[in-house]
């Protein structure tokens, strides 16, 4: 029996640990879902100790912890290191979800689940790969490591602290990434940059307690509407960001990411009826919004808090005002360059009357890329023609998954994204999915891959 037979002969095993996979709620940022955390943590180990790894062990940190195991076939081997995040991005809204977000629920070929698509699904196709190699031929073509994450979705602060105290367990020749997505479900693709991230959290203050705002009004300084200013300040008419030294340090566009823009032939106004805009949108050409949303820099306002939020009125003039915001970064910038910029920009704006505390959320990330003559990099490629009947698109990824520099930094070791997720999965959304024909295609192509890198 191949490795691919026997795979394809245990499908509906395999797609039934996926499912109990997502039952567990393993929500990083939110400390209500702990013990969904460590549930997913055990799993992790659990199957890769089932699937025949070595040395399995749950790596503590100061915050959630990381999962390790390996296989190692022959010293001699080239040493690959597969990399995953088993946490999820919080459900909510739930009332937005058709079915539960931690109930797995197959419609129309697809799995309905909080993680399934970022980045559970993806991230168990490895070790069912490496399990089948076993069953059936007894060895890996290569040796392998596994290293998943539980922070990814959460900025992965304790990361590189990982890296840095396990490095010498950790060395590889190149690290494989599970986490990533293709660009679109009807054409292949590999994604050779991803940006960066700085996120950060600014709350202004006006009096020292809520105000009458009929006693107060006109005369007291109200933090909303001073951090509204303060926010309308960063972007120009033509919504790139504005602020003094943000752009310091960005590097030219990678000659073959600006040509995988051309042949893509994106249709602006069907982007913006896709994302459910009513209306025009504000970019007109294809061209133009993929260079903003792979190549750009860009500052985002994710919430805002200030007053009262309950039913009715309350006529208060509140005493603070609070924005989260993110940041993703291109190459030539740091995350300690932005947030400094930014920092600057609102000091030299704040409204008088008010104060203002910057308060950063993690280290951050810079961008990513990958060496375009990769060997790797064209084997994964071939591997994707052959089972989707297209040449891949060579693509950036606006998103960020930090890994690479990181690896790079602490393993000295590049790395590549093997994901058989799609962009248009929801992930991070509501009725998040996974298809699962790419669950069964992706487990063939890591099976041709491991073979083919040895």
């Known amino acids: 029996m191949t490795v691919e037979t026997y795979l394809e002969d245990n499908?509906?095993?395999?797609?039934?640990?996926?499912?109990?996979?997502?039952?567990?709620?393993?929500?990083?940022?939110?400390?209500?879902?702990?013990?969904?955390?460590?549930?997913?943590?055990?799993?992790?180990?659990?199957?890769?100790?089932?699937?025949?790894?070595?040395g399995v062990e749950v790596l503590e940190t100061n915050g959630h912890p990381a999962v390790?195991?390996?296989?190692?076939?022959?010293?001699?081997?080239?040493?690959?290191?597969?990399?995953?995040?088993?946490?999820?991005?919080?459900?909510?809204?739930?009332?937005?979800?058709q079915t539960p977000p931690f109930e797995p629920t197959e419609r129309n070929g697809r799995l309905y689940a909080r993680g399934v698509s970022d980045d559970k699904g993806p991230l168990l196709i490895p070790i069912l790969v490496a399990e089948a190699y076993l069953k059936t031929e007894g060895r890996l073509p290569v040796n392998l490591k596994v290293l998943i994450e539980g922070e990814e979705e959460s900025g992965s602060p304790h990361f590189e602290g990982v890296l840095n105290a396990h490095r010498e367990r950790l060395r590889c020749d190149l690290v494989l990434s599970a986490d990533g997505a293709m660009w679109r479900s009807d054409r292949p693709s590999i994604t050779v940059a991803s940006r960066g991230m700085a996120a950060l959290e600014v709350t202004v203050t006006g009096a020292a307690k809520d105000l009458h705002s009929g006693r107060h009004g006109g005369g007291a300084p109200n933090p909303i509407a001073a951090l509204a200013a303060l926010m309308a300040s960063m972007h120009g008419p033509d919504g790139r960001v504005s602020v003094e030294g943000f752009w310091d340090g960005v590097k030219p566009a990678d000659p073959q990411i600006l040509a995988a823009i051309e042949q893509a032939d994106i249709d602006a106004a069907a982007y913006y009826r896709d994302i459910g805009l009513a209306g025009e949108g504000p970019i007109e050409t294809g061209r133009e919004l993929l260079l903003r949303q792979w190549l750009e820099p860009t500052l985002e306002f994710n919430g805002i808090t200030g007053g009262y939020q309950g039913q009715g009125t309350k006529t208060v003039i509140p005493a603070t005002a609070s924005v989260k915001m993110t940041?993703?970064?291109?190459?030539?910038?740091?995350?300690?360059?932005?947030?400094?910029?930014?920092?600057?920009?609102?000091?030299?704006?704040?409204?008088?009357?008010?104060?203002?505390?910057?308060?950063?959320?993690?280290?951050?990330?810079?961008?990513?890329?990958?060496?375009p003559d990769l060997p790797a990099l064209k084997i994964s490629e071939e591997i994707l023609g052959e089972l989707m009947g297209a040449t891949p698109l060579r693509v950036a990824m606006g998103a960020?998954?930090?890994?690479?520099?990181?690896?790079?930094?602490?393993?000295?070791?590049?790395?590549?994204?093997?994901?058989?997720?799609?962009?248009?999965?929801?992930?991070?959304?509501?009725?998040?999915?996974?298809?699962?024909?790419?669950?069964?295609?992706?487990?063939?192509?890591?099976?041709?891959?491991?073979?083919r890198l040895a």
């Open 68 to 97: 390790f195991g390996e296989i190692v076939t022959d010293p001699s081997l080239p040493t690959f290191l597969v990399y995953g995040h088993y946490d999820v991005q919080p459900p909510d809204p739930l009332e937005k979800w």
């Open 11 to 54: 499908y509906q095993a395999a797609l039934e640990d996926l499912k109990a996979f997502c039952r567990l709620p393993s929500v990083s940022t939110d400390p209500a879902y702990a013990d969904g955390i460590r549930a997913a943590a055990g799993f992790v180990a659990a199957r890769l100790t089932r699937a025949g790894f070595s």
């Open 400 to 451: 960020t998954v930090p890994i690479g520099s990181a690896f790079r930094k602490h393993l000295g070791a590049p790395s590549i994204f093997f994901s058989f997720s799609t962009s248009d999965e929801d992930y991070h959304a509501p009725n998040e999915f996974f298809r699962l024909d790419n669950f069964r295609m992706g487990m063939k192509a890591w099976a041709r891959l491991l073979k």
């Open 327 to 371: 940041c993703r970064l291109v190459a030539g910038q740091t995350p300690d360059g932005v947030i400094a910029a930014i920092t600057r920009h609102i000091n030299s704006h704040l409204p008088k009357g008010t104060t203002v505390e910057i308060h950063r959320h993690g280290p951050g990330s810079e961008a990513d890329f990958v060496d």
